[in-house]
């Protein structure tokens, strides 16, 4: 059983439309991280949330920690193809020194 | 700024065998993860190694066993290979003394058993 269930687990759309993903867990986290990751790379830090219901928005994607520190999710407005990828979540949770995944949505933004 | 390097790329090894895998830490990073994550999956927490040791450890056998040297490199090793150990490797570094650990990891060490 994953830590940190993702869906949904692949997600097809067009250019322009919004989407959200989410990222569930029955853990309390201390910190809750996004991530990108394209084919043959490494995932890249999108954001981290620490504190219970916090928002942060980076240009048009908006990322959600639930107030329990439990959830997370992620929005899209106004998709694009440089969107596509492989979106990860990942917590830490208290006294612990490693970050664990979910199984990431795989999102495809169409032209 | 070298970000994290990992070598080789790609590996080709027969059941059986043993694979040593390295790393190269983010320059100021002395934190160092590995993490392997199988085809259309998430990547599976291997373990971390601080200060030349091993501090946090995922639910993987002792086939399984790693290093860190004094520069902070680190190596990955895995014995009596099993096709089931095919996956894409990955090492992530951290940033000391952060209050919440960010990594940022190398492009992976693509490892095929046959």
Not at chain 1, 96 to 106: C, E, I, L, V
Not at chain 2, 51 to 74: A, C, K, L, V
């Amino acid at each position: 059983t994953q830590l940190l269930e993702q869906s949904p687990q692949f997600l097809s759309i067009q250019e322009g439309e919004n989407l959200t993903v989410y990222c569930n867990s029955s853990s309390v986290f201390s910190s809750l991280q996004w991530y990108r990751q394209e084919p043959g790379e490494g995932p890249v830090l999108l954001v981290t949330v620490v504190t219970g219901g916090e928002v942060k928005k980076l240009k048009r994607l908006t990322f959600q920690f639930g107030d329990a520190r439990k959830d997370s999710s992620l929005h899209i407005t106004a998709a694009q193809p440089g969107d596509t990828g492989l979106y990860l979540c990942a917590g830490a949770e208290y006294n612990n020194n490693d970050m664990r995944f979910g199984a990431g949505t795989r999102l495809t933004v169409k032209p | 700024d070298a970000g994290v390097t990992q070598s080789p790329t790609h590996l080709i090894k027969t059941r059986g065998q043993q694979v040593t895998l390295r790393c190269s830490p983010k320059s100021g990073h002395d934190t160092v993860s590995w993490y392997q994550q199988a085809l259309g999956q998430g990547p599976q927490f291997i373990f971390q190694y601080y200060e030349e040791e091993e501090r946090q450890r995922g639910n993987f056998p002792d086939r399984f066993s790693g290093h860190q040297f004094p520069n902070y490199s680190s190596e990955l090793n895995v014995n009596a290979l099993l096709l089931g150990d095919s996956a894409l490797y990955l090492c992530a570094s951290s940033f000391p003394g952060a209050r919440f650990e960010e990594l940022f990891f190398g492009s992976g060490t693509q490892l095929s058993v046959l």
